[in-house]
């Protein structure tokens, strides 16, 4: 069976880089398997499990990413990973800390940004949830 | 006997200064090859993001997105400026904000206006003693590299950006060349430079975009700026250590040229000071 070259990376590190037989990523339309000759497609992904099989392996490679950007190619899959939690409000409340930061106005964290970063790292929990129950449910 | 005790004051206090300079290089020394190794991991996100890009831009030859058009009347210009947190680090601080002040002076002759972005206590405090208008910034980023203190400051200029606020973004940062040679640099970050991306592939094809084309620009241009001047700040902490380290081994060096120098001024008072008791005792006993 022919094969793909795969390969996830994060700002920060090289996170896994290899050859496989098949993936499933989580899309931000849903989740999508992909083969080796899959047509070019460029993607958002959400924060969750990426499953790669590898040739020769009983056990899939399990990679959980925070979200980014995935580019498939008939014989190569590029994933971009975020490695910090994202999130469009998180981002913002980021942004606005930065601001009084200048401003050196920061006296202490204001309580939206508390609030934005439970709820990305809640968001970011449960994708690691999902991976650990997927993982629990393969061992049965 | 009681022979130059100043002198002596003296010897142990440089001493005492050459042991935390000797400290101080040797804590540069063992950070430097950690910096240094964040650095180089940083490299394959940056390639590949670029790699994307490029695949992109040979599909769509006829794109357009804010980030990637140029402005025709630039009346503001956003800098981000990277410094490091900490001094003793020889020259590096000073050459960086040399080049940023030349570039910010170059811009104000030409009636830009500029918004700083300081990242970097340093840097931070500097554009402030000259009260230049800062709109964002992060200070002790530490010894690494995080994306996560990054983010806040870097949308608050892309979205100036996409709002019209500034028509430009430079960023002003030390390149890591080697351990004995730090470069401070300046590139332009928006409008995205389309040569940049330019490279040759064998291959073109039409892609499938999900959710669509223009939200997966937008998307890949943020995170390629976020990734830059990660790997920005990455070589700038590697900058400092390795500055750090050639700075306090000048300095214990010089310290040990102190010392030496002391140590002999010192031998010498005490050998004229022995050799006047001896005359003196010559001199009593012959009168006796």
Redesign the interface.
Known sequence: MSTMHVEVVSAEAQIYSGEAEFLVAPAEMGEIGIYPRHVPLLTRIKPGPLRIRVAGQAQEVLVVVSGGMMEVQPNAITVLADTAIRGEELDEQRALEAKKAAEAELAKASDDKDVAQARAALKQAIAELHALEYLRKRVH | MAVGKEIRTKIKSVQNTQKITRAMQMVATSKMRKTQE?MR??R???E??R??MA??AETNTDISHPFLDARDDVKRVGIILISSDKGLCGGLNANVLRQFFNEAQSLMDKGVEIDV??LGQKGYTAAQRLKMN??????HLGDT????KL???V??ML?AYQEGRIDALHIVYSKFINTMKQEPKSEQLLPLKPEELEQEYPYS???????DIS??IE??VK?YI??VI?QSVAENMASEQAARMVAMKAATDNAANVIETLKLTYNKARQAAITTELSEIVAGAAAV
């Open positions: 964040r991991q940083a394959p996100y940056a590949k993001i790699e994307v695949h992109l972005c300081a800062i709109v964002a910034s992060a200070t590299p995080q994306m996560d983010i806040g400051p949308s608050v979205k094809w039409e892609y499938l975009y999900e959710p939200s997966v998307f890949l995170r976020e990734s990660y």
